[in-house]
């Protein structure tokens, strides 16, 4: 059970994380973000999980890349092609004004 401690301890230095714990008679560990990253997630998003017996700190960095950060970029992606195509659709608008 101590290097599980020693795991949790390490894990909640990490930047992005805010706290960890023990939860469910020990068999599951929590990941709570810093409030920063939550503030931007869905709330299924704003926690990760893990079963005592594979959690590790390469664990909790590899599930938030590929929780957060994929989630995070394919948003931001998305946003960026709406915010093209509306500004095309404007431009298209304008366009016949700026021929005469």
Do not use: G, W
């Amino acid at each position: 059970m101590s290097s599980l401690i020693h795991e949790i301890t390490a894990v909640t230095k990490l930047p992005f994380v805010a706290d960890a714990y023990l939860y469910q008679n020990a068999q599951t560990i929590v990941v709570i973000l810093k409030l920063e990253i939550r503030e931007s997630l869905p709330l299924n998003r704003s926690m990760l999980t893990f079963q005592a017996d594979s959690f590790t700190v390469d664990a909790v960095l590899q599930a938030y890349e590929q929780e957060v950060v994929v989630f995070l970029a394919e948003a931001s992606r998305n946003a960026e092609l709406l915010l093209a195509k509306s500004a095309r659709n404007k431009l298209t608008h304008l366009a016949p004004l700026c021929l005469n």
